[in-house]
Protein backbone atom coordinates (compact mmCIF):
# COMPACT_ATOMS: atom_id res chain seq x y z
CA UNK A 1 0.00 0.00 0.00
CA UNK A 2 1.05 3.40 -0.32
CA UNK A 3 2.97 4.60 2.19
CA UNK A 4 4.56 8.51 3.11
CA UNK A 5 6.91 8.70 6.19
CA UNK A 6 8.00 12.25 7.15
CA UNK A 7 10.93 13.18 9.19
CA UNK A 8 13.27 16.00 10.20
CA UNK A 9 10.95 18.21 11.83
CA UNK A 10 11.98 19.95 15.78
CA UNK A 11 12.11 23.01 17.14
CA UNK A 12 14.59 25.69 15.96
CA UNK A 13 15.20 29.42 16.80
CA UNK A 14 14.03 31.87 14.26
CA UNK A 15 16.87 32.53 11.70
CA UNK A 16 16.80 28.91 11.55
CA UNK A 17 17.37 25.90 8.88
CA UNK A 18 15.64 22.28 8.96
CA UNK A 19 16.01 19.56 6.28
CA UNK A 20 12.37 17.34 6.29
CA UNK A 21 12.41 14.12 4.44
CA UNK A 22 9.80 11.97 3.09
CA UNK A 23 10.12 8.36 2.28
CA UNK A 24 7.36 7.24 -0.04
CA UNK A 25 6.47 3.30 -0.99
CA UNK A 26 3.86 1.73 -2.74
CA UNK A 27 3.67 3.46 -5.92
CA UNK A 28 5.68 4.26 -8.75
CA UNK A 29 7.25 7.64 -6.84
CA UNK A 30 9.05 8.73 -10.22
CA UNK A 31 6.02 9.08 -12.29
CA UNK A 32 4.53 11.67 -9.68
CA UNK A 33 5.09 15.11 -8.68
CA UNK A 34 5.06 15.71 -5.10
CA UNK A 35 3.85 18.22 -2.81
CA UNK A 36 4.89 19.58 0.51
CA UNK A 37 1.63 21.21 2.75
CA UNK A 38 1.49 22.33 6.38
CA UNK A 39 -0.87 22.57 8.25
CA UNK A 40 -0.46 25.35 11.58
CA UNK A 41 -2.99 24.92 14.65
CA UNK A 42 -6.27 26.45 14.30
CA UNK A 43 -5.66 26.54 9.87
CA UNK A 44 -6.68 24.75 7.06
CA UNK A 45 -3.65 22.74 5.51
CA UNK A 46 -1.94 24.98 3.05
CA UNK A 47 0.21 23.78 0.01
CA UNK A 48 3.88 25.07 0.45
CA UNK A 49 5.70 23.57 -2.46
CA UNK A 50 5.72 21.09 -5.46
CA UNK A 51 8.29 19.42 -7.34
CA UNK A 52 7.39 17.63 -10.69
CA UNK A 53 8.26 14.22 -11.31
CA UNK A 54 11.52 14.23 -12.81
CA UNK A 55 12.22 17.49 -10.55
CA UNK A 56 12.81 19.74 -13.25
CA UNK A 57 10.23 22.33 -12.37
CA UNK A 58 9.15 23.46 -8.72
CA UNK A 59 7.17 25.84 -7.25
CA UNK A 60 6.20 27.63 -4.15
CA UNK A 61 3.89 29.59 -1.59
CA UNK A 62 4.80 33.03 -1.58
CA UNK A 63 5.38 33.25 2.08
CA UNK A 64 8.24 30.74 1.75
CA UNK A 65 9.90 31.51 -1.72
CA UNK A 66 13.56 32.34 -1.50
CA UNK A 67 13.91 30.82 1.54
CA UNK A 68 12.62 27.02 1.23
CA UNK A 69 13.74 24.42 -1.38
CA UNK A 70 12.15 21.13 -2.49
CA UNK A 71 14.09 18.55 -3.66
CA UNK A 72 13.85 14.91 -4.73
CA UNK A 73 16.26 11.41 -5.22
CA UNK A 74 14.02 8.93 -7.72
CA UNK A 75 16.47 6.74 -7.21
CA UNK A 76 15.96 6.98 -3.54
CA UNK A 77 12.08 7.57 -3.80
CA UNK A 78 12.62 10.35 -1.54
CA UNK A 79 11.21 14.11 -1.34
CA UNK A 80 12.94 16.32 0.54
CA UNK A 81 12.34 20.34 1.91
CA UNK A 82 14.86 22.47 3.33
CA UNK A 83 13.79 25.34 5.07
CA UNK A 84 16.38 27.86 6.12
CA UNK A 85 15.91 31.77 7.67
CA UNK A 86 12.73 29.99 9.44
CA UNK A 87 10.08 32.39 11.16
CA UNK A 88 7.29 31.73 13.80
CA UNK A 89 5.24 31.95 11.28
CA UNK A 90 6.75 28.65 10.01
CA UNK A 91 4.93 27.12 12.90
CA UNK A 92 3.32 23.46 11.50
CA UNK A 93 3.14 19.99 10.74
CA UNK A 94 4.36 19.18 7.80
CA UNK A 95 3.55 16.72 5.31
CA UNK A 96 4.57 15.39 2.65
CA UNK A 97 1.77 13.99 -0.77
CA UNK A 98 1.27 12.78 -3.47
CA UNK A 99 -0.03 14.74 -6.74
CA UNK A 100 -3.46 13.88 -7.51
CA UNK A 101 -3.70 11.33 -4.95
CA UNK A 102 -5.14 11.74 -1.14
CA UNK A 103 -3.12 9.62 0.74
CA UNK A 104 -1.10 11.09 4.08
CA UNK A 105 2.16 10.62 6.10
CA UNK A 106 1.63 11.12 9.55
CA UNK A 107 3.34 14.61 9.20
CA UNK A 108 6.63 16.00 11.25
CA UNK A 109 6.16 18.97 14.06
CA UNK A 110 8.08 22.03 12.98
CA UNK A 111 8.24 24.68 15.74
CA UNK A 112 10.40 27.97 15.36
CA UNK A 113 10.47 29.81 19.03
CA UNK A 114 12.88 31.45 20.77
Known amino acids: QVQLVESGGGLVQPGGSLRLSCAASGFTFSGYAMMWYRQAPGKERELVAS????????NYADSVKGRFTISRDNAKKMVYLQMNSLRPEDTAVYYCKRHLFNNWGQGTQVTVSS
Open 51 to 58: IASTGGTT
